[in-house]
Structure formats: structure tokens, C-alpha cells
């Protein structure tokens, strides 16, 4: 069966430090790969969508960045974090027809 | 753009029936889908809808979509204390690989 880790779970940084979150799916073969983040008490966002090694596409502008090194990792990054980038990130796998996602259990970075 | 929206809040007593709400914009949406959040959890993909149906049963859930409206609703039949979470309705069209979702109806049950 397939799984998706997230690491880390809890993540408290200060302004203007670096970040990386992972993503790993087992499982599954070239699975399209997904970031999103959550405010508090507001629904999901989609930050980046990745349909293959390599390709990454971006939804919004922002400090933050996504790599996709091998077929089932997914890194979210940046370089210097802002207070706004703090929330809820969730990374999410979909294969097949129905387009449905399968979520890991969430990063929550607070920003200092 | 797309655009699906929910209430905030919805209230009920155990054993009652609930039901989520939920309208999009996009008429070329394909799938709708359901998602159920627990407190500092991932999202768990409860149901989805194929566009040409009007009408889906799981067990206690009942997914109904009427397309002209673009409407989509999910109830809950028996509702128990541990269906309280946030609900998630979302939407794929064609032309995007991604999912859009709506701000969540969170759903409190009273035992």
C-alpha cells in the first residue's frame, strides 16, 4: 500500500533562517506531488505542483521554493523565512484518473 | 478563477443528521471530493463524485451534486462525536493537475 511521510512535524524558526521540509511517498511510481499550506483557520493553498522529476510548477509568488531530486521526494524551501510564511504545510500525492490526493500528516512552522 | 466556498460552522446533536454545503464556479470541474480534517492532521479523503452523477452513497455518507446549480452537499446520517472535525469540499477541472478547495465547515457535534 502506498504511504507519505512528512519531516519535521514541528518546525519553530526565526525570521530570516533557511527551511526544508520533505516529503517522501513509498508505494507508488511517478506520482504527481503537491504543496500546500494552511493559515489558521483558513482553507488550503496551493504553493507548488510537481508532475515529474525536475519539473516543478509554482502557483503563487513567494519567498519559498520546491525540488523534486528523486521520482517520490518533494522539498519545500527558502532561503530566508517571513513571519507569514508561519502555518500549516501539507504535502499530498495523486496518481491515476480520479485526481484524488493523499495527504502526509502536516508540518507546522512557526516563524519567529 | 475557480472559486468553492462552504459555511464556517454547523452545530448538531448526536444521532442527528448533518449536512455540508459546498458551491463552486468552475463549470468544467470533473471530480468533487470530500475531506475530513482532524485537530493537527492531515487531510482524509472521505468520498468523491464523478461530475455526470447526481447522487452518491457510502455507508453513512450521501454525496448529492446538482450540476446546473453548482451545488455539492455531503450528509452525514447518525452523527456521531467523532465526526466532529473540519470538513473540506474541492474541486479538479480539466485543464489543472491540482485540486481547489474550499475554507473548511467545521463541524461540531453535541453529544
Known amino acids: 500500500s502506498q504511504t507519505i511521510h512528512q519531516w519535521p512535524a514541528t518546525l519553530v524558526q526565526p525570521v530570516g533562517s533557511p527551511l526544508s521540509l520533505e516529503c517522501t511517498v513509498e508505494?507508488?511510481?511517478?506520482?504527481?506531488l503537491y504543496w500546500y499550506r494552511q493559515a489558521a483557520g483558513r482553507g488550503l493553498q496551493l504553493l507548488f505542483y510537481?508532475?515529474?522529476?525536475?519539473?516543478i510548477s509554482s502557483e503563487v509568488p513567494q519567498n519559498l521554493s520546491a525540488s523534486r531530486p528523486q521520482d517520490r521526494q518533494f522539498i519545500l524551501s527558502s532561503k530566508k523565512l517571513l513571519l507569514s510564511d508561519s502555518g500549516f504545510y501539507l504535502c499530498?500525492?495523486?496518481?491515476?484518473?480520479?485526481?484524488?490526493?493523499?495527504f502526509g500528516e502536516g508540518s507546522r512552522l512557526t516563524v519567529l | 478563477g475557480e472559486d468553492v466556498e462552504q459555511s464556517l460552522f454547523l452545530s448538531v446533536r448526536e444521532g442527528d443528521s448533518s449536512v455540508i454545503n459546498c458551491t463552486y464556479t468552475d463549470s468544467s470541474s470533473t471530480y468533487l471530493y470530500w475531506y475530513k480534517q482532524e485537530p493537527g492532521a492531515g487531510l482524509q479523503l472521505l468520498t468523491y463524485?464523478?461530475?455526470?452523477?447526481d447522487m452518491k452513497q457510502d455507508q453513512r455518507l450521501t454525496v448529492l451534486l446538482n450540476k446546473k446549480d453548482k451545488h455539492l452537499s455531503l450528509r452525514i446520517a447518525d452523527t456521531q462525536t467523532g465526526d466532529s472535525a473540519i470538513y473540506f469540499c474541492a474541486d479538479r477541472d480539466t485543464g489543472r493537475r491540482a485540486l481547489t478547495f474550499g475554507s473548511g465547515t467545521r463541524l461540531q457535534v453535541q453529544p
Open positions: 499530498a500525492w495523486s496518481a491515476g484518473q480520479t485526481g484524488e490526493l493523499f
Open positions: 510537481s508532475v515529474g522529476i525536475g519539473q
Open positions: 463524485i464523478f461530475s455526470n452523477m
Open positions: 508505494g507508488t511510481s511517478n506520482p504527481n
